[in-house]
Nanobody
Framework: QVQLVESGGGLVQAGGSLRLSCAGS????????MGWFRQAPGKEREFVAA????????YYADSVKGRFIISRENARNTAYLQMNSLRPEDTAVYYC???????????????????WGQGTQVTVSS
């Protein structure tokens, strides 16, 4: 059973930064792509960023490109999302997700992710 636990959310002013962490369990973490998604109130869940199992390829939504950085430490079974230059429209619950596709180098679609964390709230004030 894969378990993903996010942390690092909180309240920040516009222009500030936050770093989200996603701690995973299970033997396949290091062989799986990882992704971050977000869902704002009244909106559909949307893709934010993804990283391949080796970390060699990364993918970003246009809305966060140049501001957010996804990374991972396989030795710690952890993925990260560094969020800089935050905007009020970044306010959402952020979820990490683990792809079921092993040793896959992307690109990723939402359907590639089968395991999800419980989410962490990020609120950006103006």
């Amino acid at each position: 059973q894969v378990q993903l636990v996010e942390s690092g959310g909180g309240l920040v002013q516009a222009g500030g930064s936050l770093r989200l962490s996603c701690a995973g369990s299970g033997r396949t973490f290091s062989a799986s792509g990882m992704g971050w998604f977000r869902q704002a109130p009244g909106k559909e869940r949307e893709f934010v960023a993804a990283i391949t199992w080796t970390g060699s390829n990364t993918y970003y939504a246009d809305s966060v490109k140049g501001r957010f950085i996804i990374s991972r430490e396989n030795a710690r079974n952890t993925a990260y999302l560094q969020m800089n230059s935050l905007r009020p429209e970044d306010t959402a619950v952020y979820y990490c997700a683990k792809s079921y596709r092993l040793y896959y180098d992307g690109p990723f679609g939402s359907a590639d992710f089968a395991s999800w964390g419980q989410g962490t709230q990020v609120t950006v004030s103006s």
